[in-house]
């Protein structure tokens, strides 16, 4: 089954810096990849996502990077702000017989904004 | 539009106990999912709905772990009996048919068990 892996567990940067996640998948059939954020003690929420025929997709601060060939996406976060400060997940969703999605998330970047 | 609800919010139970969660997704969505997520770690998904049917349950411990998604709408699930290890938040989603499918999670259950 399909595999994800999400560096670094944790990040801590200062305010206005820059702060980047990376993950890596093994299903070449996955097409699909949301990221998550979840505060403390809140549910996990979509922030952007990006499809397998687009190498890049941004909003605002955010931006979400996907390289096919070598199976790893990123999630970079320009003029990180304290409200930044939370958990991120990434995803990769595979496509099953059946018509439905198989999600997998990877297992978490803590981003610690400092002020 | 209204979320996904869940509930409780909090269960506390005693092990070898049992405990149910509800769950309501948002009206119209398919595909419904139940998450487990131990704390610092990622949500684990432990079964996976389409409509009434399930589609991918191969993480839920079957022998103490059940759910149910009757008429395709809201779903319930199980612990019978509760191990210590069963303490964290359980998190139910839900999302459209589709190929890109963005998944709304609901607010959580918190188990703790004793």
């Known amino acids: 089954g399909e595999n994800v892996e999400q560096h670094p567990s944790t990040l801590s940067v200062q305010e206005g810096d820059s702060a980047v996640i990376k993950c890596t998948y093994s299903?070449?059939?996955?097409?699909?990849f949301p990221w998550y954020k979840q505060e403390l003690g809140k549910r996990p929420q979509l922030i952007i996502d990006?499809?397998?025929?687009?190498g890049e997709k941004k909003d605002q601060r955010i931006a979400v990077t996907l390289n096919k060939t070598a199976k790893h996406f990123s999630l970079h976060i320009t003029e990180t702000q304290p409200e930044d400060s939370a958990v991120y997940f990434c995803a990769a969703n595979q496509p099953r017989s059946g018509g439905y999605q198989k999600v997998t998330f990877g297992t978490g970047t803590k981003l610690q904004v400092i002020p | 539009e209204a979320g996904v609800a869940q509930s409780p919010r909090y269960k506390i139970i005693e092990k070898r106990q049992s405990v149910a969660f509800w769950c309501n997704p948002i009206?119209?969505?398919?595909?419904l999912y139940w998450y487990q997520q131990i704390l610092g770690q990622g949500p684990k998904l432990l079964i996976q709905?389409?409509?009434?049917?399930?589609?991918?349950d191969s993480q839920l411990p079957k022998d103490r772990f059940s759910a149910e998604r009757l008429k395709g709408v809201d779903s319930t699930l199980k612990i019978q009996p509760a191990k210590l290890e069963d303490s964290a938040v359980y998190l139910c989603?839900?999302?459209?048919?589709?190929?890109?499918?963005?998944?709304?999670f609901g607010p959580g259950t918190r188990l703790t068990v004793l």
């Open positions: 990006i499809r397998s025929n687009v």
């Open positions: 009206s119209g969505h398919a595909t």
């Open positions: 989603a839900s999302s459209s048919d589709g190929r890109y499918n963005e998944q709304f």
């Open positions: 709905f389409q409509n009434n049917g399930v589609v991918d």
């Open positions: 299903d070449s059939a996955s097409n699909y």
